[in-house]
């Protein structure tokens, strides 16, 4: 999904938090909700020694496009129970 899908199904709302996640390191992101380790196991990114890097760089170096990352999260957010943690 491109960001400007995602902006048009989010709204302004959608868009900016697409663009935080992707600036974010892979470890904060896991960090921040747990629950999102397996999404990363899953596509082979790395969200402990080498989680330092952004979304958007970790899913460039695996040919990944980060949008799509993003929505695999935030459905994996909606999916799962709150951790008290806002995204």
Same mark, same amino acid.
Not at 22 to 36: A, H, K, M, N, Y
């Given at each position: 999904? *491109?960001?400007?899908?995602?902006?048009?199904?989010?709204?302004? /709302?959608?868009?900016?938090?697409?663009?935080? +996640?992707? !600036?974010?390191?892979? !470890?904060?992101?896991?960090?921040?909700?747990?629950?999102?380790?397996?999404?990363? /196991?899953h596509l082979?990114?790395?969200?402990?020694?080498?989680?330092?890097h952004? @979304?958007? !760089?970790?899913? +460039? &170096?695996?040919? @990944?496009?980060?949008?799509?990352?993003? &929505?695999?999260?935030?459905? !994996?957010? +909606?999916?799962?129970? *709150? *951790?008290?943690?806002?995204?």
């Amino acid at each position: 999904m *491109s960001l400007n899908a995602l902006a048009a199904s989010g709204g302004p /709302e959608g868009a900016r938090r697409q663009t935080q +996640r992707s !600036t974010t390191s892979v !470890t904060q992101l896991v960090i921040d909700r747990p629950g999102r380790a397996h999404i990363f /196991e899953h596509l082979g990114l790395d969200y402990c020694c080498g989680g330092d890097h952004s @979304l958007a !760089t970790a899913c +460039r &170096e695996k040919n @990944l496009d980060p949008a799509s990352v993003t &929505e695999m999260l935030d459905v !994996t957010v +909606r999916a799962s129970p *709150s *951790s008290g943690a806002a995204d």
